[in-house]
């Protein structure tokens, strides 16, 4: 079967082919470094690693790259709000965007190209929509010409007509009623402080979106595979992005868009703006672990909106829960034997349904059916006998294979606490010595600490209840 996205411009699901075979281009809109990303950005991010993982899955090499937008209104008003240089605004909040990336398990793209590093890049693509008659000066800032793009709108809806023509807008971020010519560089004003550029139009800084098409065209040439973002990118970010690089190199910008939805909270947008927010910290502090918050964000179709709530968060703990039986029964498969064909079957048709759903536009949902699926055979092969070591072998790889595009199947193994590794110690002198009143005493405690013991073949597995799995 082929892949197919639902490609936001053609507004249908389209057959995907990368322009080179096997190779496949990605530019993904980053952060913009004013304040840590909430949980709703990561939404986004966990729905583009899911696309990157499932295209490595399918045999492709990705080439990605994610911008970090580290100038533009906002970076600028947070620095001068906290009184400090911009990148020393900006810098810590990139680290730990990096470190909210390894903790949800989002695979690293191949670039990380930061603005303030690619500005002659940008005033070399504003020169290119001057002589192209794209581009204009007015007071020191040069303004994109919508008018003379007959095609513009064809991204997000607006029409030619809606123009407030003659008028501009500085802003980076502004809605469909303030359609107009919008900045590619801004000329310096007192606001911006310290912050900006020499140019040959004097003294400023890029507009935003000048930004992502000066970088994307950098790493990934002047034509590319895909683009995505979440849908609140569509206007005017991608909108103007496709105006001003096409515009500039007369190519087709980008070959498929794909945009996620929002994550909602009680039936409203998640947004800084709205004050409605969390980060990945603050989740996580509140005892959520961040196995179950990348079930959350990743077992919803991308284009459909999340709410994200305490009970969505608890269920995604009894999935996982049930999922790491099939897990467990794999670890004490044990003896001889050759497996089951009825087995073997199982696994090869849950692989068939779980690669025909994911690569029908990223379709989770039946992905994780085809998984559930196969935990429930394996407890029926389990009842009717017990699992030998090439079965057990057999399932763990195929967990592992899948696990490749899910990233949750497998507990991220930490290091025991002193005083449990020592409990788990006198626990194992005990059944040695068939004490199994102090052997059991000693499981129920640490099961009251949020730790559950499971006796395998290949040892004593404590489980916390926040779902890392610690491994004796």
């Not at 501009?168 to 502004?174: I, P, S, T, W």
């Not at 509140?286 to 990348?294: A, D, E, L, P, V």
């Not at 992905?367 to 009842?383: C, D, G, I, P, Y």
């Not at 640490?446 to 491994?471: H, N, P």
Request: charged letters at 30%; glycine letters at 6%; aromatic letters at 10%.
């Amino acid at each position: 079967m082929a892949i197919v996205f639902y490609d936001s411009l053609r507004k249908k699901r389209t057959k995907f082919e990368s322009m080179n075979p096997g190779i496949v281009k990605m530019y993904t809109c980053g952060p913009t470094v004013y304040a840590d990303a909430h949980i709703g950005n990561f939404r986004t991010y966990i729905f583009e690693d899911l696309l990157r993982r499932t295209l490595k899955f399918l045999g492709y090499k990705v080439i990605q790259v994610m911008n970090l937008t580290d100038v533009e209104d906002k970076t600028i008003n947070a620095s001068n709000e906290q009184r400090v240089p911009l990148q020393q605004h900006t810098a810590p909040i990139i680290n730990r965007f990096f470190e909210d990336l390894d903790t949800l398990k989002i695979e690293r793209a191949e670039y990380y190209p930061r603005a303030t590093e690619h500005i002659p890049l940008m005033l070399d693509l504003v020169k290119k929509l001057i002589d192209n008659g794209y581009a204009y000066e007015s007071e020191g800032s040069i303004y994109f010409r919508i008018e003379k793009f007959k095609s513009y709108g064809k991204l997000s809806g607006m029409k030619l007509d809606k123009l407030v023509r003659g008028a501009r807008v500085d802003a980076d971020e502004y809605e469909k009623d303030d359609f107009r010519d919008f900045a590619l560089w801004k000329a310096w004003s007192e606001e911006d402080g310290e912050v900006g550029w020499d140019s040959p139009y004097g003294r400023g800084r890029p507009g935003w979106h000048i930004e992502c098409s000066a970088m994307s065209m950098r790493y990934l040439g002047d034509e590319f595979d895909i683009h995505t973002g979440g849908v609140d990118n569509i206007f005017p970010h991608h909108e103007n992005e496709i105006a001003q690089s096409e515009c500039a190199t007369g190519n087709k910008f980008v070959q498929y868009w794909l945009h996620s939805a929002h994550l909602m909270v009680d039936g409203m947008k998640m947004s800084k703006s709205l004050g409605n927010f969390f980060t990945l910290r603050e989740l996580i502090a509140k005892g959520y672990s961040t196995r179950s918050i990348r079930y959350v964000l990743l077992t919803s179709h991308y284009r459909q909106q999340i709410n994200l709530s305490g009970e969505s968060v608890l269920a995604a703990k009894a999935a996982l829960e049930r999922l790491d039986t099939l897990r467990h029964s794999a670890d004490e498969g044990a003896g001889a034997g050759e497996i089951r064909s009825d087995l073997a079957k199982s696994i090869k048709e849950s692989e068939l349904h779980f690669t025909r759903s994911i690569e029908d536009d990223l379709g989770i949902s039946g992905a994780m059916a085809a998984l559930f699926e196969l935990v429930s055979a394996v407890h029926r092969f389990s009842n009717k006998s017990p699992l030998n070591q090439k079965e057990g072998e057999a399932l763990l790889n195929f967990w592992k294979k899948v696990d490749s595009v899910l990233s949750f199947l497998f507990p991220e193994q930490k290091e025991l606490p002193l005083e449990v590794l020592e409990s788990v110690q006198i626990r194992l002198k005990a059944r040695l010595d068939r004490d199994f009143s102090l052997s059991d005493k000693i499981r129920d405690d640490l099961a009251s600490k949020g730790f559950q013991i499971k006796d395998t073949r290949e040892g004593t597995i404590v489980i916390w209840v926040q779902g890392r799995e610690l491994v004796k």
